[in-house]
């Protein structure tokens, strides 16, 4: 079965500092997206950047950007510049099969923002 | 713009009751649906999703049950809820080729 494997259960990192978060996923398919979400304590599911794995390039977003190595399976975020409102639960998550209509996601990672 | 909702935000009810949470989407037409259970510090777990209107396919047989009566109305129901039924609930829904996911504000389901 696939799967979405993040090792970190939880980190914390001070303020304006830089932290990774990281993430493997197991996956037959070719092509197929990727995801971090962010789910603050009010729960509400964010998303937070995307991967196309046929592009290169990894992907950015402000403070936060990836670190696409497909070969390995292997999808790190990076938070730049930490502020108090990064503190959340970050998934990793990545389309199911072929049809990209289905997504699996990883256990999580709690990131605590120490002021 | 698009927008996602959910209620109730919160519901009690005891076990044996019935369940009918209610998803609606504003602003997109004809997405795909989904209903994700997650219990407390884990991930999300899939139960649910729908392509179209009565198209529903179950990810995980358990007690629970789904509709869609309306292209942008997702119901997620059971006759006789189970503790294991206590959770979070999540709606969610994509349409086109960017395959990321929007998420409702969720339900918090207490089964006592």
């Known amino acids: 079965a696939q799967t979405v494997t993040q090792s970190q259960p939880e980190m914390s990192v001070q303020e304006a500092e830089t932290v990774t978060l990281s993430c493997t996923y197991d996956?037959?398919?070719?092509?197929?997206?990727l995801f971090w979400y962010k789910q603050p304590p009010s729960r509400q599911m964010i998303l937070v950047i995307r991967?196309?794995?046929?592009?290169?390039q990894n992907a950015t977003e402000n403070r936060f950007s990836v670190n696409f190595q497909k070969a390995a399976k292997s999808f790190s975020l990076k938070i730049s510049d930490s502020q108090l409102g990064d503190t959340a639960m970050y998934f990793c998550?990545?389309?199911?099969?072929?049809?990209?209509?289905?997504?699996?996601f990883g256990p999580g990672t709690s990131l605590s923002v120490i002021p | 713009s698009q927008t996602i909702h959910q209620w109730p935000a919160t519901l009690v009810q005891p076990v044996g009751s019935p369940l009918s949470l209610e998803c609606t989407v504003e602003?997109?037409?004809?997405?795909?649906l989904y209903w994700y259970r997650q219990a407390a510090g884990r991930g999300l777990q899939l139960l649910f999703y729908?392509?179209?209107?009565?198209?529903i396919s179950s990810e995980v047989p358990q007690n629970l049950s789904a509709s869609r009566p309306q292209d942008r109305q997702f119901i997620l129901s059971s006759k006789k809820l189970l503790l294991s039924d206590s959770g979070f609930y999540l709606c969610?829904?994509?349409?086109?080729?960017?395959?990321?996911?929007?998420f409702g504000p969720g339900t918090r389901l207490t089964v006592t």
């Open positions: 998550a990545s389309t199911r099969g072929g049809s990209y209509d289905k997504v699996i």
């Open positions: 996956t037959s398919e070719s092509n197929y997206y």
């Open positions: 991967q196309e794995a046929y592009k290169q």
């Open positions: 602003g997109t037409s004809n997405p795909n």
């Open positions: 729908s392509v179209g209107i009565g198209q």
């Open positions: 969610a829904w994509h349409r086109g080729s960017s395959y990321e996911q929007y």
